[in-house]
């Protein structure tokens, strides 16, 4: 009997041992993780020409490219090719170009220009089309706040 309760005592104070290095090491690791996360500002801005556009509560961002024929209709050419938009230099030669973004309510225009041949209106999108993945690159990148476009 006397070797039983010793036994137990033993064993009890294995366990408080156990439990409180347990105890000592989770919470080594609580404040490891606490001391190691990090919080992002969701604040994204794009800055053109002086102006500052606020992307944080926006929804949806769009591109839109429109030319304004020479009788003043205007025509999207978001998905035209090259074909199409030669069609429409050869009939309003020149023609005026304009490629935005649309931040829900709010439009940076990026390029606005005549237009009278097909390499100036190449030049003109591939600009766009840099500009446009430069703001998806920005709104992917939870640490990168500002973008400056040129």
């Given at each position: 009997?006397?070797?039983?309760?010793?036994?137990l005592k033993?064993?009890?104070?294995?366990?408080?041992?156990?439990?409180l290095?347990?105890?000592?090491?989770?919470?080594?690791?609580?404040?490891?993780?606490?001391?190691?996360?990090?919080?992002?500002?969701?604040?994204?801005?794009?800055?053109y020409?002086?102006?500052?556009?606020?992307?944080?509560?926006?929804?949806?961002?769009n591109?839109?490219?429109?030319?304004?024929?020479?009788?003043?209709?205007?025509?999207?050419?978001?998905?035209?090719?090259?074909?199409?938009?030669?069609?429409y230099?050869?009939?309003?030669?020149?023609?005026?170009?304009?490629?935005?973004?649309?931040?829900?309510?709010?439009?940076?225009?990026?390029r606005?220009?005549?237009?009278?041949?097909?390499?100036?209106y190449?030049?003109?999108?591939?600009?766009?089309?840099?500009?446009?993945?430069?703001?998806?690159?920005?709104?992917?990148?939870?640490?990168?706040?500002?973008?400056?476009?040129?």
């Open positions: 009997m006397f070797n039983a309760t010793n036994l033993r064993e009890n104070g294995f366990g408080r041992k156990m439990v290095a347990i105890s000592v090491l989770s919470m080594l690791l609580l404040a490891g993780c606490i001391s190691s996360s990090r919080v992002y500002n969701n604040d994204k801005n794009v800055v020409k002086g102006t500052m556009y606020n992307l944080a509560n926006v929804k949806q961002i591109s839109v490219i429109t030319a304004t024929l020479a009788d003043d209709k205007q025509v999207k050419l978001n998905n035209a090719d090259r074909k199409q938009v030669e069609a230099l050869d009939k309003n030669s020149p023609m005026f170009v304009k490629m935005a973004f649309e931040f829900d309510d709010q439009e940076l225009v990026y606005s220009n005549s237009v009278k041949k097909w390499s100036e190449s030049k003109m999108k591939k600009s766009f089309e840099s500009a446009g993945n430069q703001i998806g690159k920005l709104m992917a990148n939870k640490k990168q706040i500002q973008l400056k476009l040129k």
